[in-house]
């Protein structure tokens, strides 16, 4: 199962990117999509996942506000919005698979992406 996050770069402060993550069909229909990040020297931390199911999204605290998950049925893509960047979004988000659950960690993940570099410019 190949998941693909693409999307990152070197971007301002305070502006957007939004993020794109493309799944197998099969994938996509039947597991949650969830995306987390590693900044360096730091553990890899969950951000935000979505359920297949229209309307079940989950955030982590610390994005809420500022990062919107949503998905494309049709194209079988999960999408990160993040506005306002800052300078401590710093990272390299990945894309995940499980089932929908209550916790939301690295160990659970059964499928990951690559990785899309994100850096932020103060």
């Known amino acids: 199962v190949q998941l693909q996050a693409c999307g990152g770069g070197l971007v301002q402060a305070g502006t957007s990117l939004r993020l794109s993550c493309a799944a197998p069909?099969?994938?996509?229909?039947?597991?949650?999509i969830g995306w987390f990040r590693q900044a360096p020297g730091k553990e890899r931390e969950f951000v935000a996942a979505?359920?297949?199911?229209?309307?079940?999204?989950y955030y982590s605290d610390s994005v809420k506000g500022r990062f919107t998950i949503s998905r494309d049925n049709v194209e079988n893509m999960v999408y990160l919005q993040i506005d306002r960047l800052k300078a401590k979004d710093t990272a390299v988000y990945y894309c995940?698979?499980?089932?929908?659950?209550?916790?939301?960690?690295?160990?659970?993940?059964?499928?990951w992406g690559q990785g899309t570099l994100v850096t932020v410019s103060s």
């Open positions: 069909e099969r994938t996509f229909s039947r597991y949650a």
């Open positions: 995940a698979a499980a089932a929908w659950g209550r916790t939301w960690n690295s160990e659970r993940m059964r499928y």
């Open positions: 979505i359920n297949w199911r229209p309307g079940m999204t």
